[in-house]
């Protein structure tokens, strides 16, 4: 069984902090990972996502990836309350078919 | 452009009946996929559709089926409701055959209580 494994928190940072998130995944052979934001009592919303080593940034996003470690970790740079939700690692499954996701972390941005 | 559109948003069934939920795929996409979440769960894959066939199965039982239309709009059925089915079923859609063939766009979801 493929698995994504997060801290499910909750985490929490002042606002303005900065905010890290980490997952692990097992299947050495996943080669698409994704981040999405699920605010309470709504659908996930991509925030980012990575196909190669190294670090992909997107305004106050950056998305980290280390194949050879199976990690990848998103951080929240100037952290704000509007940022408090579950975020939610994918990664893509060997057919390339489905993501599989992991329980979430969820982030506490207090003001 | 218009998103990814479930209906219904809420419903109650009671153990033993069936269901469906419908999904409008996002425009321009190709490819619709069912995901169930559980409270305080990750989705989890139930199966995707791409040319109105099967296109791949997560780890559900076969009275979970679905179907899609040439209009790539799709339905999710489920059969003999159990209280472990009450979750909330979410559609994404996306477009297959580009390196992007994951980047999933959801809908609202559909939330469903089994009494």
């Known amino acids: 069984q493929k698995e994504v494994e997060q801290n499910s928190g909750p985490l929490s940072v002042p606002e303005g902090a900065i905010a890290s998130l980490n997952c692990t995944y097992s299947d050495r052979v996943s080669q698409s990972f994704f981040w999405y934001r699920q605010y309470s009592g709504k659908s996930p919303e991509l925030i980012m996502s990575i196909y190669s080593n190294g670090d992909k940034e997107d305004g106050r996003f950056t998305a980290q990836l280390n194949k050879a470690s199976q990690y990848v970790s998103l951080l929240i740079r100037d952290s704000q309350p509007s940022d408090s939700a579950t975020y939610l690692c994918?990664?893509?499954?060997?057919?390339?078919?489905?993501?599989?996701f992991g329980k979430g972390t969820t982030l506490s941005v207090s003001s | 452009e218009t998103g990814v559109t479930q209906s219904p948003t809420h419903l109650i069934k009671t153990r033993g009946q069936q269901v469906t939920l419908r999904c409008s795929s996002q425009s321009g996409h190709n490819t619709v996929s069912w995901y169930q979440q559980a409270l305080g769960q990750g989705p989890q894959f139930i199966f995707q559709y791409y040319r109105e066939e099967e296109n791949g199965r997560g780890n559900f039982p076969p009275r979970f089926s679905g179907l899609q239309f040439p209009n790539y709009s799709s339905e999710l059925n489920v059969n003999a409701l159990e209280l472990d089915d009450s979750a909330l079923y979410l559609c994404a859609s996306s477009f297959e055959g580009a390196l992007g063939a994951n980047v999933l766009t959801f809908g609202a979801g559909s939330r469903l209580t089994v009494l």
């Open positions: 994918a990664v893509n499954d060997q057919a390339g078919t489905a993501l599989i």
